[in-house]
């Protein structure tokens, strides 16, 4: 009886500890993606340090461009000539937006031929796009006339296509108005083709492509990123915009 009792309890000891050292199992938890900060972090830039010189700026696009439903030194232009500026202040960075709210490719080109820039600019960029896909216009419209446009801003660009940048679409998606829109969802996969076409057509040609899209699929998890109007981006997001375009710009522009 004693034997079988020292059996029992060397078979529950053994038990025992292996209990103790067996790890728990980590409960799986569904990755949280990392979204970029909302408050833009300041941009590390080195440039030359030059005086009274002029740098011009060239920006070509739509609402995005214009900054509609924010004040005018709130759009994104404006914001990076500020950066510009604040890199190197004893310098001039006179600006020339081309770009209205609504303008597809079509109106942009129109509105360049009518307007005739000249040929000199230190920075050109481009944005353009959204009135394509928002006024349902066919895909192979902007296939063809995105080219155009990028061949016209390395031409404004004192022929230089190093001195061009050009900005992905936003998701307006990810706004109060895409989302009442009916199917956001729609939206944001031709949007995707939209620019996966522009970013390819870049990249082939050796252009600098901006991704600024995520930045403005947060507008529904914060609502400071979206203007008053429920569309278009606020300053914030255009100042991130500035945070991704400045390193860029910088040394476009010193060439």
């Not at 307006?172 to 108005?177: E, G, I, K, L, S």
């Not at 899209?213 to 979206?226: A, E, F, K, P």
Request: aromatic share 10%; net charge neutral.
């Amino acid at each position: 009886m004693k034997k079988q009792f020292q059996i029992i309890v060397a078979f529950f000891l053994l038990f025992f500890i292996a209990s103790c050292s067996t790890e728990n199992p980590i409960p799986e938890t569904n990755p949280v993606p990392l979204l970029p900060n909302p408050t833009p972090n300041p941009v590390s830039v080195t440039v030359p340090q030059t005086q009274n010189q002029t740098f011009s700026y060239l920006a070509l696009g739509d609402s995005y461009t214009i900054g509609q439903s924010v004040c005018e030194t709130c759009r994104f232009p404006e914001q990076l000539r500020k950066s510009l500026r604040n890199l190197n202040p004893n310098n001039t960075y006179p600006i020339k937006l081309i770009a209205q709210t609504g303008w597809t490719t079509t109106n942009l080109i129109s509105a360049i031929d009518l307007q005739n820039p000249n040929s000199d600019y230190d920075l050109v960029t481009l944005l353009i796009g959204v009135n394509n896909q928002y006024q349902n216009k066919p895909f192979t419209l902007y296939q063809k006339e995105f080219p155009e446009l990028v061949s016209k801003a390395i031409a404004f660009a004192k022929g230089d296509k190093n001195n061009v940048i050009v900005v992905s679409i936003p998701d307006y998606a990810y706004t109060p108005f895409g989302q009442g829109s009916g199917n956001p969802s729609r939206i944001s996969k031709e949007i995707d083709e939209y620019n996966a076409f522009a970013k390819k057509y870049c990249n082939d040609n050796t252009i600098e492509f901006i991704n600024i899209t995520d930045i403005t699929r947060q507008g529904l998890t914060n609502s400071n990123l979206v203007a008053q109007d429920g569309l278009h981006p606020s300053e914030s997001v255009y100042s991130l915009f500035v945070e991704r375009i400045l390193p860029k710009a910088a040394v476009a522009i010193q060439k």
